[in-house]
């Protein structure tokens, strides 16, 4: 949704300071390609209000690095990747992936069988690390399990259960095992976590491709400010499956090696798996980061391409600084969405380049982890929360040679930087996008 229109032109506002299309033509871009969408200005749209941070007061990933803050705290110090060769596919498919070892031999326990499959073992994994799962069910004994939000960011769901069920059905049946019908809908995880952890307050599932478990941010958002309930658990899942590493492979998108985003020589993206989880309540301890605010759009362009003007990308950090009430000169990092296709770092290297400061650090941490898809968005919102807390820009792994589209702003190895207020980027197929803002606890 556009929140914001030009009052002179009834155009779009992309610009951060306000300005139109018309005004603010794309770097990189020649003046007479600006893109202009001439449309009548509703009187409902406005530019949205700064929304009052939320603490986030627990959050965790599981991923190709391992099991845990400590663990990908560490990857990101030494610069350790979790990529490795594709051993995952029976059909040979030469490119890499981050896989979590183990789930394949570690079945969900008895109480929870019906719900057994690669994506909910992977849950019930990441939901254990850190102690997440004691400060969820702490929340639900504290404000009552109606008053406990459960938001779910996942694009494949359980898609991997179905694969499995046709390749081993018994007398034309699924076999036994996989034959709970909820394994095979969009809400197969929501339904397996609102039964594990107890909640019984809204339970939402938001698939929107890459940008899903960025988007479940500003979902617990709305919920808590307009009273639905006093807190949420965020999760955000996506394991491998055959249909999505041939599917990209398909479109021309995959890498046959480790990728290398914003590099001169990127030929595609790496596919990974994670489970990445957060709890958001209006109070928290001081120390505690927070979500400052956010910024939503949908561009339409075209399915898999983004617009060739970073059009929705713009107007969602339009959206992002007027709820956060940021600026693009008090950024100090920008998690990347950095898938390392050749368009998509094009245009989000010139949006960076455009709009930030020289001085502003960026960085896609993708050729750590791999693009975890659905799980992307709250992955790369914990490992931006770990950079906060150690000080430290991760680099931009396996990148070497930046594509002259780049600004200064593109961190290619680590650096050391105190971040008091961070972005994240989220963009999904079909111009989905979504912006995070998150504050350490210093800045409160």
Same mark, same amino acid.
């Not at 596919?271 to 001081?286: H, K, N």
């Given at each position: 949704?556009?929140?914001?229109?030009?009052?002179?032109?009834?155009?779009?506002?992309?610009?951060?300071?306000?300005?139109?299309?018309?005004?603010?033509?794309?770097?990189?871009?020649?003046?007479?390609?600006?893109?202009?969408?001439?449309?009548?200005?509703?009187?409902?749209?406005?530019?949205?209000?700064?929304?009052?941070?939320?603490?986030?007061?627990?959050?965790?990933?599981?991923?190709?690095?391992?099991?845990?803050?400590?663990?990908?705290?560490?990857?990101?110090?030494?610069?350790?990747?979790?990529?490795?060769?594709?051993?995952?596919?029976?059909?040979?498919?030469?490119?890499?992936?981050?896989?979590?070892?183990?789930?394949?031999?570690?079945?969900?326990?008895?109480?929870?069988?019906?719900?057994?499959?690669?994506?909910?073992?992977?849950?019930?994994?990441?939901?254990?690390?850190?102690?997440?799962?004691?400060?969820?069910?702490?929340?639900?004994?504290?404000?009552?399990?109606?008053?406990?939000?459960?938001?779910?960011?996942?694009?494949?769901?359980?898609?991997?259960?179905?694969?499995?069920?046709?390749?081993?059905?018994?007398?034309?049946?699924?076999?036994?095992?996989?034959?709970?019908?909820?394994?095979?809908?969009?809400?197969?995880?929501?339904?397996?976590?609102?039964?594990?952890?107890?909640?019984?307050?809204?339970?939402?599932?938001?698939?929107?491709?890459?940008?899903? %478990?960025?988007?479940?941010? $500003?979902?617990?958002?709305? *919920?808590? #400010?307009? +009273?639905? !309930?006093? /807190?949420?658990? @965020?999760? =955000?899942?996506?394991?491998?499956?055959?249909?999505?590493?041939?599917?990209?492979?398909?479109?021309?998108?995959?890498?046959?090696?480790?990728?290398?985003?914003?590099?001169?020589?990127?030929?595609?993206? %790496?596919?990974?798996?994670? $489970?990445?989880?957060?709890? *958001?309540? #209006?109070? +928290?301890? !001081?120390? /505690?980061?927070? @979500?400052? =605010?956010?910024?939503?759009?949908?561009?339409?362009?075209?399915?898999?391409?983004?617009?060739?003007?970073?059009?929705?990308?713009?107007?969602?950090?339009?959206?992002?600084?007027?709820?956060?009430?940021?600026?693009?000169?008090?950024?100090?990092?920008?998690?990347?969405?950095?898938?390392?296709?050749?368009?998509?770092?094009?245009?989000?290297?010139?949006?960076?380049?455009?709009?930030?400061?020289?001085?502003?650090?960026?960085?896609?941490?993708?050729?750590?982890?791999?693009?975890?898809?659905?799980?992307?968005?709250?992955?790369?919102?914990?490992?931006?929360?770990?950079?906060?807390?150690?000080?430290?820009?991760?680099?931009?792994?396996?990148?070497?040679?930046?594509?002259?589209?780049?600004?200064?702003?593109?961190?290619?190895?680590?650096?050391?930087?105190?971040?008091?207020?961070?972005?994240?980027?989220?963009?999904?197929?079909?111009?989905?996008?979504?912006?995070?803002?998150?504050?350490?606890?210093?800045?409160?």
């Amino acid at each position: 949704m556009i929140d914001s229109f030009d009052d002179a032109t009834g155009n779009p506002a992309i610009g951060v300071d306000g300005s139109s299309p018309a005004r603010q033509p794309a770097r990189g871009f020649a003046q007479n390609a600006c893109v202009i969408i001439p449309r009548p200005r509703p009187t409902h749209c406005r530019v949205p209000s700064r929304i009052v941070p939320l603490a986030i007061t627990a959050f965790t990933a599981t991923s190709a690095l391992g099991r845990g803050r400590a663990a990908h705290g560490e990857a990101l110090r030494s610069q350790r990747g979790g990529l490795r060769a594709n051993d995952f596919t029976e059909t040979p498919l030469a490119c890499a992936i981050g896989r979590v070892d183990g789930l394949e031999t570690l079945p969900l326990p008895g109480a929870f069988a019906d719900y057994d499959c690669r994506n909910n073992r992977l849950a019930w994994l990441g939901i254990g690390a850190d102690g997440f799962l004691d400060a969820a069910r702490a929340a639900i004994e504290r404000y009552g399990a109606d008053r406990v939000a459960l938001v779910l960011g996942t694009s494949t769901g359980s898609i991997g259960a179905t694969e499995e069920a046709y390749r081993d059905l018994e007398d034309g049946r699924f076999p036994a095992r996989l034959r709970n019908r909820v394994l095979h809908t969009p809400h197969s995880l929501g339904v397996f976590l609102e039964t594990a952890l107890g909640t019984r307050g809204p339970c939402i599932t938001v698939a929107t491709a890459c940008s899903s %478990s960025a988007k479940i941010f $500003a979902q617990a958002e709305r *919920l808590l #400010r307009v +009273g639905l !309930a006093d /807190a949420a658990i @965020l999760a =955000g899942v996506d394991t491998l499956c055959g249909s999505v590493l041939f599917g990209f492979n398909a479109l021309e998108l995959v890498s046959p090696q480790a990728c290398r985003p914003f590099d001169v020589a990127r030929r595609g993206i %790496s596919i990974g798996e994670a $489970a990445g989880f957060a709890l *958001l309540e #209006r109070d +928290g301890a !001081a120390t /505690a980061p927070r @979500l400052l =605010g956010y910024g939503e759009s949908s561009d339409a362009h075209h399915m898999s391409t983004p617009h060739p003007a970073g059009l929705g990308a713009r107007l969602a950090l339009a959206d992002a600084f007027a709820r956060s009430g940021l600026t693009p000169g008090a950024i100090d990092y920008i998690n990347l969405h950095g898938t390392a296709t050749v368009k998509n770092d094009a245009v989000e290297a010139v949006l960076v380049a455009d709009m930030f400061p020289a001085g502003a650090r960026a960085s896609s941490t993708k050729g750590f982890t791999g693009h975890t898809l659905g799980a992307a968005g709250i992955l790369e919102a914990v490992l931006t929360l770990l950079a906060m807390e150690q000080g430290i820009v991760p680099g931009t792994l396996n990148s070497t040679a930046p594509d002259p589209v780049c600004g200064p702003q593109l961190a290619l190895s680590n650096e050391t930087r105190t971040i008091r207020a961070a972005l994240t980027n989220s963009f999904g197929f079909g111009g989905n996008n979504c912006i995070l803002a998150f504050g350490s606890g210093r800045t409160q």
